[in-house]
């Protein structure tokens, strides 16, 4: 009897939804260990953007970037937010008397100058922000081309040999001020964050008029490649919802990939890390990975069609 009762607990946790949660996280990481990640060769330039706050813009920003780095790819993350959330994740010094982001567009430092190495890996690196940062909009407005000195700085610093990248990521302020434009105007592709929660696509129509205008007036090359699904929580028809209605209005766009919520996420950055560095083999760094491996495919198979 005591048997029969053992192999019924046995068999009930099996089939159990963190058994099956287990499982699914089991086959994921083995198909992701699997996968063969054959790189473009090029540079491509992403600025992670969306001026509604609290939607994962910044942690999406530098755990894709860990996570590509993770798959083989050599990734420049600058961190043009003021409050120095990115540099803090990826563990850099932004102190007061750090050369910063702020250096490069006001003072015209190269980028170079400022450029640190994440402790995370020798193939991620980072141009740090800065509390000077958060008076930059006001005095680029007195600047001469005051839109395109991100643009200016990264083109001269790609330049210099030995310097390739496979990804720059840039980071930006939750607003549409002149940081952000020097962003749009540096990048080619724009990643757009978004959460699966009410109001999720608040806003939105805002920030594509945004890239509308950049593409008329100062960038041609810069295009909406990339939306990316956060703080999904399967259990709830809401976020179910959410996702069908972002998939319907951008069909190519969005990744097929949904970051989790996830606390191992929201715990990585206390400590200075990426999730992909706090705790690699979790769900939340497992999907970031998957939509890593996405975003290189998706630019493999543009290129070979």
């Known amino acids: 009897m005591k048997q029969s009762d053992e192999t019924s607990t046995s068999s009930s946790f099996e089939d159990s939804p963190i058994a099956r949660e287990i499982a699914n996280l089991s086959a994921r990481r083995r198909a992701l ?21 609290g939607v994962g813009k910044t942690t999406t920003a530098v755990n894709i970037a860990a996570a590509l780095v ?15 959330n990115a540099s803090t994740a990826l563990g850099v010094a932004h102190n007061a008397e750090t050369p910063s982001v702020y250096d490069v567009l006001i003072d015209e430092f190269p980028l170079a100058d400022i450029v640190q190495t994440s402790p995370e890996s020798p193939n991620l690196f980072c141009a740090p922000s800065t509390i000077h940062l958060a008076g930059a909009e006001i005095e680029l407005v007195s600047q001469v ?18 310097n390739h990248f496979d990804f720059v990521i840039i980071d930006c302020p939750p607003s549409l001020g002149l940081l952000t434009i020097n962003a749009f105007t540096a990048a080619d592709e724009v990643m757009i964050p978004i959460q699966c929660e009410y109001y999720a696509l608040e806003g939105l129509s805002q920030l594509l008029g945004s890239v509308q205008m950049i593409q008329k007036h100062l960038n041609p090359a810069l295009h909406v490649s990339t939306i990316l699904l956060t ?37 990585a950055p ?15 760094a497992i999907a970031y990975r998957e939509a890593a491996v996405e975003i290189v495919a998706r630019d493999t198979t543009k290129k070979d069609s």
Do not use: C
């Not at 050599?74 to 120095?84: E, F, N, T």
């Not at 399967?234 to 996830?262: K, M």
């Not at 206390?270 to 939340?284: H, K, L, R, W």
């Open 33 to 53: 260990e699997s996968q063969t990640v054959e790189l473009s060769g090029r540079t491509r330039v992403f600025t992670v953007s969306n001026q509604k706050g």
């Open 70 to 84: 993770s798959v083989g790819a050599r990734v420049l993350v600058i961190d043009l937010d003021p409050q120095g």
């Open 145 to 162: 081309a005051r839109e395109h000195r991100l643009r200016g700085a990264l083109r001269d610093y790609l330049a210099i040999e030995g």
């Open 231 to 267: 703080m999904y929580d399967g259990r709830t028809r809401l976020a179910q919802q959410v996702a069908e209605e972002v998939r319907s209005h951008f069909t190519n766009e969005v990744l097929d990939t949904v970051i989790p919520r996830s606390v191992r996420v929201s715990e």
């Open 270 to 284: 206390s400590f200075g890390q990426t999730v992909i560095a706090y705790d690699g083999q979790s769900a939340g």
